[in-house]
């Protein structure tokens, strides 16, 4: 008895005299349960643990004046995340006129959104000293690009970075939006996390290349946002076929339904297939991206095409 009174005493847990008489009655109680715990009360132990964790997890506040937010993501880089963002963003204005769409870059590391969207300068802030999105081909846009000098290394870490994204998630007025499509950048790290905690998001698009280590990323992707409760609305396969911009002829560069199964295994659809066309990445390089520049083009259709799959799988937009 006085050995381990002691060493609470050490432990400076609790605070009473040699006589032994003053034990608070909670801290004793918890004593007691300890010594006796059983099975079933081990249980309840673990259930009160994890509602207390999950009201301690930040609260969601949906961003002012945004409906419905869609964020673009993958498992790597390269896959062609951006490109997609944006032209899925025009898709969507493009296929419903009566929609306002934004376009969140959150790619803070590496963010393309200036240059697909030929976009440049600084945000004006507004009378509440929120920053006012850059428009063009319709769309507002916001990114850090816009904030930090094109050539000055981007390489903030930690808290930084978390700064960073709270500023565009947090500081932006724009205005009343249908949509906001958020560019992700690539993985399934802390910007990622950070955003599904803070923000409502009514679907997550996972963009993947049909190579079977891109489809092995876009898994972790997809796994990430379902432990978030984020609803992933499914895949979409870029780069699957190669079509000759002269006579058109069409060539599976990396086999036809690598997404295919990979959505089967996750139990996920498939948006849509985005060729690998020439005139897609010509047409990103000099900011005009392919919906808004060439609409009538296959490449254009297979977009608008994704943007339907996209809305039809949305939940309803809160009133
Ligand atoms: N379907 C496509 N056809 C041709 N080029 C593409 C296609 N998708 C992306 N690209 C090009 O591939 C490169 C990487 O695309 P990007 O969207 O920046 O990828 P991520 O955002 O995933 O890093 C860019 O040069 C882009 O123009
Ligand atoms: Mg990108
Ligand atoms: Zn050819």
């Not at 994704?306 to 937009?317: D, G």
């Amino acid at each position: 008895m006085r050995a381990w009174r002691h060493w609470l005493l050490l432990r400076g847990m609790l605070l009473w005299g040699d006589s032994g008489a003053a034990v608070p009655p909670g801290r004793s109680g918890i004593w007691a349960a300890r010594r006796q715990l059983s099975g079933a009360e081990r249980d309840t132990l673990k259930q009160r643990r994890a509602q207390i964790m999950s009201r301690g997890l930040p609260k969601q506040k949906p961003i002012e004046g945004v409906k419905q937010v869609i964020v673009v993501a993958s498992g790597k880089g390269g896959v062609g995340k951006s490109t997609t963002a944006v032209n899925l963003a025009l898709a969507l204005a493009a296929n419903d006129s009566t929609k306002t769409v934004g376009l969140l870059d959150a790619d803070v590391y590496g963010p393309s959104i200036p240059k697909m969207m030929n976009l440049k300068g600084n945000p004006e802030l507004s009378q509440n000293n929120l920053m006012r999105p850059l428009l063009n081909y319709g769309i507002a846009c916001m990114s850090m690009g816009f904030l930090v000098e094109e050539t000055a290394p981007v390489v903030w870490r930690g808290l930084l970075v978390m700064s960073a994204v709270e500023k565009l998630l947090r500081q932006v007025d724009w205005g009343q939006l249908d949509y906001l499509v958020v560019d992700m950048p690539p993985g399934t790290g802390d910007v990622q996390l950070s955003i599904s905690q803070n923000i409502p998001i009514s679907g997550a698009v996972i963009v993947s290349t049909p190579q079977d280590i891109a489809l092995m990323d876009a898994h972790k992707g997809a796994e990430m946002f379902r432990k978030v409760h984020v609803p992933v609305l499914g895949l979409i396969q870029n780069m699957s076929v190669f079509q000759c911009p002269k006579c058109k002829y069409k060539t599976p560069l990396f086999g036809t339904d690598g997404a295919r199964k990979l959505a089967r295994t996750l139990n996920l659809d498939v948006l849509g297939d985005i060729p690998l066309h020439l005139s897609i990445r010509e047409a990103s390089d000099i900011g005009q991206p392919v919906v808004f520049s060439q609409p009538e083009s296959d490449e254009a259709k297979a977009y608008l095409r994704v943007a339907v799959e996209v809305v039809r799988r949305l939940p309803p937009p809160p009133e």
